[in-house]
Structures are given as structure tokens and as C-alpha cells.
């Protein structure tokens, strides 16, 4: 019912910036919230950003500071602006939305939304 597709990703230098993407199709206006996601080679996937249906988002400490989540309505489009990326940030970048929890919940789930995309891929290097 809901199709999620990532774009933006790419490889940059530490201190550069990155603006991904994520398209979003189907019965979003359900959604109680939409998030990124992101998973390092051999690590647990992690909470980035997530932003409820108000407009209230919710950040990783890790991030705080460096991104910034924001979404269109008009073009069904969810937005992480990154700026400051560092080579820990490098990780397959997810797109999610849910329909049942807040933001500050969903990022402590990082398994537990409903619709995924399949990700954009994000090299830092140093």
C-alpha cells in the first residue's frame, strides 16, 4: 500500500554535504510518522531522524547539530539535509514511515516501522 524510493546518496569528503530523498507513494497520509534509518557494514541498523505528522521531529545524538529532517506534503517527498558528514556517517541510508508510532519512539525502534524503501548507499571519507 505504501512504496518508499531513496535517492540522493553518493560519496563525499568529510566536512561535505548531502541532501537525500525519499518519494513516497500510496496511503502516506496514514503514516503517524515518517524516519530515516541507516546500517554500517556489519553493524545494527540505527535511528537517524524521524518527523510526525505535526511537523515535531526527533534526532539521533550522534546527529544533532549536522541534519536536518523535513518533508513536502504537496510533493510527497521526506528530506534529510546532512551537512558536516563525517566517515562514521557512511551506511545504507533507509527511508521509513509508520503508522502507529511517534517520531521519538519510531528512532528507538529501528526495526519497527511499517513501510521501508529499499536505501541509498552514503560513503564518507576521511
Known amino acids: 500500500q505504501v512504496q518508499l524510493v531513496e535517492s540522493g546518496g553518493g560519496s563525499v569528503q568529510a566536512g561535505g554535504s548531502l541532501r537525500l530523498s525519499c518519494a513516497a507513494s500510496?496511503?502516506?497520509?496514514?503514516?503517524?510518522?515518517m524516519g530515516w534509518f541507516r546500517q554500517a557494514p556489519g553493524k545494527e541498523r540505527e535511528g537517524v531522524a524521524a518527523i510526525d505528522s505535526d511537523g515535531s521531529t526527533s534526532y539521533a545524538d550522534s546527529v544533532k547539530g549536522r541534519f536536518t529532517i523535513s518533508k513536502d506534503n504537496a510533493k510527497n517527498t521526506l528530506y534529510l539535509q546532512m551537512n558536516n558528514l563525517k566517515p562514521e556517517d557512511t551506511a545504507m541510508y533507509y527511508c521509513?514511515?509508520?503508522?502507529?508510532?511517534?517520531?521519538?519512539?519510531?528512532?528507538?525502534?529501528?526495526?519497527?516501522?511499517?513501510?521501508w524503501g529499499e536505501g541509498t548507499v552514503v560513503t564518507i571519507s576521511s
Open positions: 500510496g496511503y502516506t497520509y496514514s503514516s503517524n510518522c
Open positions: 521509513a514511515a509508520d503508522t502507529h508510532m511517534t517520531a521519538i519512539q519510531a528512532l528507538g525502534v529501528p526495526y519497527g516501522m511499517d513501510y
